[in-house]
């Protein structure tokens, strides 16, 4: 069975550019969230998707913002990327909310 | 407002000794707790949860953990530590309301050989 996958694995952005990172959550999964892991920072809960809607989101400023498309992959975009959202971005993946989540492999994203 | 607490940013430990990482939490309703450990570079990889019934979880690798409501707490323990289980350690916390993982700012385990 395919784990979660993300990509791409490493994104460099300029100031002020947008980025898009992706998800495929595991086959039959259909939440799918999404973490920022900054530095000295934790893991942070920015957005959650479940069934094509966005359930729930975390204390992020609008410029965050993603989608779920009908197969339940998912993309996180963020525009005008400032320094500070230079970060690990994980998305995971739930079929049961008591099961947990399965993680993917992150995409490293650098600010410049 | 759920929250989980890590009080040691780092635990050091030597090789064959064992373990503890501390976890304390708040919800407002039952909790569904879990542990979780990252390698450098890499995503969380899921080691045990507790969601009801025996007090004391067993999970991956030899790691096991201890529900105690009255403290609300929910501490990590391995009886033998091994060199590769040096990593970053997270635990988490979600009630059925929320359904959202809220984590700890992690635990980072070193064992010396």
Known sequence: EAGVTQSPTHLIKTRGQQATLRCSPISGHTSVYWYQQALGLGLQFLLWYDEGEERNRGNFPPRFSGRQFPNYSSELNVNALELEDSALYLCASSQDRSLGYTFGSGTRLTVV | ?113
Request: proline share 5%; charged share 15%.
């Open chain 2, 1 to 113: 407002a759920q929250s989980v607490a890590q009080p040691e940013d780092q635990v050091n430990v030597a090789e064959g000794n064992p373990l503890t990482v501390k976890c304390t939490y708040s919800v407002s309703g039952n909790p569904y707790l879990f542990w979780y450990v990252q390698y450098p570079n890499r995503g969380l990889q899921f080691l045990l949860k507790y969601i009801t019934g025996d007090n004391l979880v067993k999970g991956s690798y030899g790691f096991e953990a201890e529900f105690n409501k009255s403290q609300t707490s929910f501490h990590l323990k391995k009886p033998s530590a091994l060199v590769s289980d040096s990593a970053l350690y997270f635990c988490a916390v979600r009630d059925g309301r929320y359904s959202t993982l809220t984590f700890g700012k992690g635990t980072m385990l070193l064992v010396s050989p």
